[in-house]
RNA sequence: GCGCGGGUGGCGAAAUUGGUAGACGCGCUAGCCUUAGGAGCUAGUGUCGCAAGACAUGGAGGUUCGAGUCCUCUCCCGCGCACCA
């Protein structure tokens, strides 16, 4: 028969034969290995480090990785000296997990894992440069951010404080703030319950200001006389760091505290023996006794009818002796203090709260005595601990003060030429004594005109709140919500933080707490050989049962020392690591300054959404760290953020284990290749968006690359004869997937090369120059087929190193436009005209149009719109 | 509650400055080719309608010759933060 299945079958698009044999080409070739070349522009493009886990490569590091490589490969192809390097994350709960269950050391877990993970990211031919691989539990790595943490440590920033930290029951760990969501454990979400425990800590809150600031920092290196910003991030991302930076800014106002007697007689908080320190007893002065609040609502300070402070307040315990229902505040402080965290920032829940009776404080602006309550609704670590509370213009203390039948006093009006929220007599009554003043059903929270508030009446909330705060001599202040980081972990896998406790030094030395750094030359501390893993109820590190590492020298005193067992927490690693991959393997420091003043900064960071305010935040401040010590030479660590979005198992939930959805890239590779899955990743639907997976779609992608390998069988060797229509769709592809790769819009890129292979298909021959545009495009997406074709074309050198396609406007120039022909806003018909046609004329061929003429007939004209090059269109009666 | 994204065919989604809504792909339908096909090729495929045509981008208004796109109000979904004074 006429059977030609073998000779089909000896052309067969062989995905499997074809991937393999380019990978070991390129490799051979060392394609993909950066070399610090001056002079030459460089391009550092950057993924988020996989953590190594045993679960193996997702699909979404192949979504993230896809789009990094095809921007590195496009990048090269423009000339530019491309760093795209790899690594791992390897220190983690999971594998201390698997290690403990085991009994397997982390370390061989981790060899094991990256070992598949190097596999698989081979298999699917990324363009990483894999010799300088970096692993953040490798000694001669960790080394480093040991050596870093030292720097801290010589600054005063890095230092030990006893505090109530999240503990996590199952996983035996303190978290930080971040790593607790809604009062659960992160990674395993068990309830976290609150611990007291020594811990080291970084003081991010002192780079506050200019975490948020830089954010819209203006390019100064940048001399065209545009502002561009320093940032190429989009505003999302932004405005994530900028509200868990949480910028706020108010005042200080002090009020001063009184004591009731019996008798209703004002005493002096002297007299008490409460033990606080007091400098006047004449009701109206200054007393250094009283309460400092925080506020951002100073505007509002005449409406105060209560203070709240937050049950761990210092002031309670000064006052208690005092108070007249001290056990029911006792017992009240307690309940507080059990209570878990879910419970406290559950919105459902009711406010509560008790009044320390017989306590007062005087509003410094009108002297009036307020009572004064304690409310867990207050929170002991934001601002002073202590707010005035103004239940007409504030929610919470709206809600509170209905509860507790505290009077409401309204001191704001809105705007008059907006709708008030009060009615017109309200405003002339002034009297301090009325429980509630207005006629409203909730708090009036927004800014606007003064009331009731003496000689400020009449005055706008912006500049009353200025005007009052220095009135009554109070403090313009600038909180943030942002927590000093907890950087101590009581687990083994980690980096043990390199410090010994010296109890000599202590007591020469009280200011350090005895705490001694190991001398850097010392460095690194390395992981003692462990028999458990364990970590312990205690809440103390598996290291400590090591004896005989913990047990140690001085470097001080020489005399007897024990080691810090604390690690660190798994983000220190990821802190830095773009800058060890500069020059991973320098034996004498983090990196060359040489090496970093070349690749620095990372021109271009994908990652994911949720290491917008852990990752992303913390690896800002080390950076601006080591630049104020002149060990970095940018201010900023990543010129431009992107984010991807999550793939999802079909159906739309996550792929887990546990749910048996996970789909393994491997199986792919196998079975359509490694370009198929790429472009099929890359095709699925906007790059920055959630999107389900669903294997019945691979087989378009798939279809698509067989489509371009048949188009070889079409090559024509007269090229003469190429019209201008294809020559100008090849121009309209150059220019569309050029754009879409930069905005990281590949899914209408793939599309644009659809429908150039549709074109082609259609037209039956196509040239060699235009088939090789072609693959030229798509190489980025899938290298290893474009680069077979390429070869079988007769090119010697790689597609990979040939010149990106040069996007020729003048070519790409359409000679004959379709008109669009609307009548009444409906379109009606269209005809061809030749570009740039005159108006009139395009009105003319409009209006004898034939299938537009029988919606004209009987009808007036009433006015004709005509966009050159595009439509005409005609409004009749 | 606040912040950030989204709502367009059976499905994933396209749509420069407002200018042919549904590109491209999946799926589906019919036909061809095959011993066969979860292969390939051709044609079709928003809804209603025989058709002419009408109606269609979460909903309601508005601006405009013309709105998925701009304005006002509103409903729903996802993510983040969450008593931050």
């Not at 993970?117 to 363009?127: T, V, Y």
């Not at 868990?244 to 001063?256: M, P, Q």
């Not at 990196?591 to 620095?600: G, S």
């Not at 601006?624 to 739309?652: C, M, N, Q, W």
């Amino acid at each position: 028969m006429k059977k030609i299945t073998t000779s089909a079958n000896v052309d067969a698009y062989d995905h499997a034969k074809i991937e393999k044999k380019w990978q070991k080409e390129w490799d051979d070739q060392k394609l993909h290995i950066a070399k610090e070349i001056p002079g030459v522009k460089k391009f550092y493009g950057l993924i988020e480090f996989p953590y190594p886990s045993g679960e193996g490569l997702h699909v979404g590091h192949v979504r993230s990785n896809t789009a990094m490589d095809i921007i590195c490969r496009k990048r090269r192809r423009e000339g530019y000296n491309v760093l795209y390097p790899i690594g791992w994350d390897a220190f983690g709960l999971p594998t201390e997990n698997y290690a403990i269950k085991t009994g397997i050391h982390p370390a061989i877990v981790t060899k094991n894992n990256t070992a598949i993970f190097r596999k698989q990211l081979k298999d699917i031919g990324f363009s990483f440069d894999w010799t300088r691989e970096v692993n953040t539990s490798d000694p001669a790595y960790y080394r480093w951010t040991q050596w870093i943490f030292l720097q801290f440590l010589k600054k005063g920033l890095a230092y030990k404080k006893k505090m109530t930290i999240n503990w996590c029951p199952k996983d035996l760990i303190g978290l930080a703030n971040e790593e607790v969501i809604n009062g659960k454990c992160e990674r395993c979400g068990t309830l976290v319950e609150k611990r007291e425990k020594e811990q080291w800590m970084l003081a991010i809150t002192k780079y506050a200001e200019r975490l948020l600031n830089d954010l819209d920092a203006v390019d100064t290196s940048d001399t065209s006389g545009t502002k561009k910003p320093l940032l190429d991030w989009p505003e999302h991302i932004k405005d994530a760091q900028k509200n868990w930076i949480g910028k706020s800014e108010g005042a200080h106002i002090d009020f001063r505290i009184v004591l009731e007697d019996d008798k209703n007689a004002l005493v002096d908080s002297q007299k008490s023996d409460s033990g606080a320190s007091s400098t006047s007893s004449t009701f109206g002065t200054y007393s250094t006794f009283g309460i400092k609040v925080f506020t951002t609502r100073a505007d509002t300070l005449f409406g105060v009818t209560y203070i709240v402070i937050a049950p761990e307040h210092q002031l309670v315990q000064t006052l208690m002796p005092s108070l007249s229902n001290r056990l029911e505040v006792e017992s009240y402080i307690s309940k507080s203090k059990i209570q878990s965290e879910i419970e406290r920032t559950n919105d459902e829940r009711e406010k509560t709260g008790i009044n320390l009776n017989g306590v007062y404080a005087i509003n410094p602006a009108n002297n009036e005595k307020v009572p004064v309550w304690i409310a867990d609704y207050v929170l002991a670590d934001y601002g002073t601990g202590a707010v005035m509370a103004v239940p007409a213009h504030d929610t919470r203390d709206w809600d509170f003060a209905k509860k507790y039948g505290l009077p409401i006093k309204q001191v704001i009006v809105g705007d008059p030429s907006t709708p008030s929220v009060r009615s017109e007599n309200d405003s002339h009554q002034k009297t301090a004594t009325v429980t509630d003043n207005t006629n409203n059903t909730k708090a009036y929270c927004e800014d606007g005109t003064l009331i009731n508030s003496g000689k400020f009446d009449g005055k706008d909330s912006e500049s009353a709140r200025k005007e009052i705060t220095k009135h009554i001599g109070g403090e313009l202040v600038t909180k943030f919500k942002l927590r000093d980081w907890i950087f101590s972990r009581q687990r083994y896998w980690g980096e043990p933080i390199p410090v010994v406790k010296c109890e000599k030094c202590a007591i020469s030395n009280p200011e350090g707490g005895g705490w001694v750094p190991v001398p850097e030359s010392d460095l690194p501390v390395k992981l003692p050989e462990v028999k458990k893993y364990q970590p312990t109820e205690t809440g103390e590190s598996p290291l400590a049962a090591v004896t005989k590492w913990v047990n140690t020298k001085c470097p001080v005193c020489n005399g007897p020392a024990k080691r810090e067992t604390d690690t660190m927490p798994n983000w220190a690693g990821s802190s830095w690591y773009y800058l060890r991959y500069t020059d991973s393997e320098n034996k004498t420091a983090f990196a060359d300054k040489k090496n970093l003043e070349y690749w620095t900064p990372v021109d271009w960071y994908n990652g994911g959404m949720e290491h917008t305010t852990l990752h992303l935040l913390y690896s800002r401040f080390w950076h601006k760290f080591l630049y104020d010590l002149g060990l970095v030479p940018t201010i900023e660590p990543y010129t431009k953020r992107t984010s991807h979005g999550l793939i999802l198992a079909e159906g739309g939930v996550k792929m887990s284990k546990s749910k048996g959805n996970v789909v393994n890239p491997d199986v792919i590779v196998k079975s359509v290749g490694a370009d198929t899955l790429r472009v099929y990743e890359m095709f699925m639907g906007p790059f920055d968006q959630a999107i389900s997976w669903d294997t019945s779609n691979i087989a378009g992608s798939r279809r698509f690359l067989e489509r371009v390998w048949k188009l070889k069988n079409l090559l024509h060797p007269d090229s003469s004869n190429n019209s201008k229509d294809v020559e100008r769709s090849i121009q309209k592809t150059i220019k569309k997937v050029s754009d879409d790769i930069e905005n990281m819009r590949f899914n209408t890129a793939i599309s644009a090369l659809m429908i150039a292979v549709n074109e082609m298909e259609k037209i039956g021959k196509i040239s060699k120059s235009h088939y090789e545009t072609l693959l030229q495009l798509l190489a980025p997406f899938a290298p290893h087929i474009t680069e077979e074709l390429w070869s079988s074309l007769g090119n010697e050198k790689s597609i990979h190193q040939s010149p990106w396609p040069a996007f020729d406007s003048k070519m790409a120039v359409a000679d004959t436009v379709k008109i669009i022909i609307q009548i009444n806003g409906k379109m009606r018909g269209s005809f061809m005209a030749a570009a740039g046609t005159s108006k009139e004329t395009l009105q003319d061929l409009a209006q004898n149009n034939a299938e537009v003429i029988k919606w004209l007939k009987d009808k007036i004209i009433d006015k004709v719109i005509v966009i050159p090059d595009r439509l005409v269109s005609i409004v009749v009666k």
